[in-house]
């Protein structure tokens, strides 16, 4: 069994940071791509970064250049630092990792979200 379980997220005021982490623990043989989403109430989950196992990185349009998606896999965590946050950045953040589970199997799977909140 593996799980997902995300951090950091809280109440922020605009231009502030803070730093989301995404710890997996259980049963895995590697990490493959991890990744960031987001969802307002009544949106879409939009995907905001996504970094690979070789660390190769990519980002949402909106968040480029304030948001740096990294990962450690000595603790198996990937982390989301945001900065100069706006008021639009506000959701529920949830990481999903593809984790292989066997020699010939990799499943994806997500954590159950944090909160983000941004005054102005």
């Known amino acids: 069994q593996v799980q997902l379980v995300e951090s950091g997220g809280g109440l922020v005021q605009t231009g502030g940071s803070v730093r989301l982490s995404c710890v997996v623990s259980g049963s895995l043989l590697k990490l493959g791509n991890m990744a960031w989403y987001r969802q307002d109430p009544g949106k879409q989950r939009e995907l905001v970064a996504i970094v690979s196992d070789s660390g190769a990185t990519n980002y949402t349009n909106s968040v480029k250049g304030r948001f740096t998606i990294s990962r450690d896999d000595a603790r198996n965590t990937v982390y989301l630092q945001m900065n100069s946050l706006k008021p639009e950045d506000a959701a529920v953040y949830y990481c999903?990792?593809?984790?292989?589970?066997?020699?010939?199997?990799?499943?994806?799977?997500w954590g159950r979200g944090t909160q983000v909140t941004v005054s102005s």
């Open positions: 999903l990792a593809r984790v292989k589970v066997s020699d010939i199997a990799y499943y994806t799977y």
